[in-house]
């Protein structure tokens, strides 16, 4: 529901109750009012397109003086918008789309704003990877907020992607490193202590023995993915592919596109490593 008409009947559930779920934009009109009449139709639509972000609630003032006297409304058309069961701003007289738009946006949230709370919650029910790409978009629309860099790097730790966590926490000022970056950072430390399985310190040992061999590159990226270390493991197998594009009949071809295509997508991490691989494909 966008818009309603205000009785006494309604006024406390759907003006001031209603203001502490959602700002409700409260329009006192008349009849006899003829920039009522201009102002209504905006405010409806705008009610509309901003589909359901506020309501609209419009109290006719003849017929509702006992509302309009609380309000203390003086003059036609007279307008409010009330948070949280206060008046928070408001106008009097016929107003430009333009400037109800302005008086609207610095009080209701921005589009990123409510994307966070969605991701938020995706964090809270432990699906990071739905909730990555959702934060990293949010991240930069929000002019890279330090907080969410902060859960950004949260996410990434959760899937593993160490090296990218490190990434996203390096670009937080050292002002902003509040308790949540310090948790965040103390949570990669230890993953870093607890990631290395016996298999993947071997390997590293002979990789760094024999720096050339493919087939220790290989093994090594596939005891990387195996451990949920996607971008160390994409690196290697790139490699891998720059040495021999058709390396082991196509298994480290397959393998960089099974991993790319278990991202998803619209991951930024999928993105880079299927521009790199088309670079070497063409």
């Given at each position: 529901?966008?818009?309603?008409?205000?009785?006494?009947?309604?006024?406390?559930?759907?003006?001031?109750?209603?203001?502490?779920?959602?700002?409700?934009?409260?329009?006192?009109?008349?009849?006899?009012?003829?920039?009522?009449?201009?102002?209504?139709?905006?405010?409806?639509?705008?009610?509309?397109?901003?589909?359901?972000?506020?309501?609209?609630?419009?109290?006719?003032?003849?017929?509702?003086?006992?509302?309009?006297?609380?309000?203390?409304?003086?003059?036609?058309?007279?307008?409010?918008?009330?948070?949280?069961?206060?008046?928070?701003?408001?106008?009097?007289?016929?107003?430009?789309?333009?400037?109800?738009?302005?008086?609207?946006?610095?009080?209701?949230?921005?589009?990123?704003?409510?994307?966070?709370?969605?991701?938020?919650?995706?964090?809270?029910?432990?699906?990071?990877?739905?909730?990555?790409?959702?934060?990293?978009?949010?991240?930069?629309?929000?002019?890279?907020?330090?907080?969410?860099?902060?859960?950004?790097?949260?996410?990434?730790?959760?899937?593993?992607?160490?090296?990218?966590?490190?990434?996203?926490?390096?670009?937080?000022?050292?002002?902003?490193?509040d308790t949540l970056y310090e948790q965040v950072k103390a949570k990669i430390?230890?993953?870093?202590?607890?990631?290395?399985?016996?298999?993947?310190?071997?390997?590293?040992?002979?990789?760094?023995?024999?720096?050339?061999?493919?087939?220790?590159?290989?093994?090594?990226?596939?005891?990387?993915?195996?451990?949920?270390?996607?971008?160390?493991?994409?690196?290697?197998?790139?490699?891998?592919?720059?040495?021999?594009?058709?390396?082991?009949?196509?298994?480290?071809?397959?393998?960089?596109?099974?991993?790319?295509?278990?991202?998803?997508?619209?991951?930024?991490?999928?993105?880079?490593?299927?521009?790199?691989?088309?670079?070497?494909?063409?």
């Amino acid at each position: 529901m966008n818009v309603i008409d205000i009785t006494l009947d309604n006024a406390q559930q759907y003006v001031i109750d209603e203001s502490f779920k959602r700002p409700v934009l409260v329009d006192f009109w008349a009849d006899w009012c003829g920039p009522c009449k201009t102002l209504m139709p905006l405010l409806e639509k705008l009610a509309d397109e901003y589909s359901g972000e506020f309501l609209l609630a419009r109290i006719n003032a003849d017929e509702q003086q006992m509302l309009a006297s609380q309000f203390q409304v003086r003059s036609l058309p007279t307008v409010m918008l009330i948070k949280d069961g206060q008046p928070l701003d408001g106008f009097t007289g016929a107003q430009s789309e333009v400037q109800v738009r302005q008086m609207l946006e610095q009080h209701l949230p921005k589009a990123w704003e409510r994307d966070l709370q969605q991701a938020q919650a995706m964090l809270e029910a432990g699906q990071y990877g739905e909730a990555l790409p959702v934060l990293q978009r949010v991240y930069e629309e929000s002019g890279r907020n330090p907080q969410i860099a902060c859960m950004v790097a949260h996410a990434q730790v959760e899937l593993n992607r160490l090296e990218e966590a490190e990434t996203t926490l390096s670009n937080v000022k050292l002002a902003d490193q509040d308790t949540l970056y310090e948790q965040v950072k103390a949570k990669i430390e230890l993953k870093k202590q607890a990631a290395k399985t016996p298999e993947i310190e071997s390997l590293e040992q002979a990789l760094e023995a024999d720096p050339d061999n493919l087939e220790t590159r290989y093994k090594l990226a596939v005891q990387y993915n195996q451990e949920g270390y996607q971008k160390p493991a994409l690196e290697l197998l790139i490699e891998v592919l720059r040495k021999d594009l058709g390396y082991a009949d196509g298994a480290a071809r397959k393998t960089l596109t099974d991993i790319i295509a278990a991202l998803g997508k619209g991951d930024p991490l999928a993105i880079e490593y299927q521009r790199k691989l088309f670079t070497l494909l063409y």
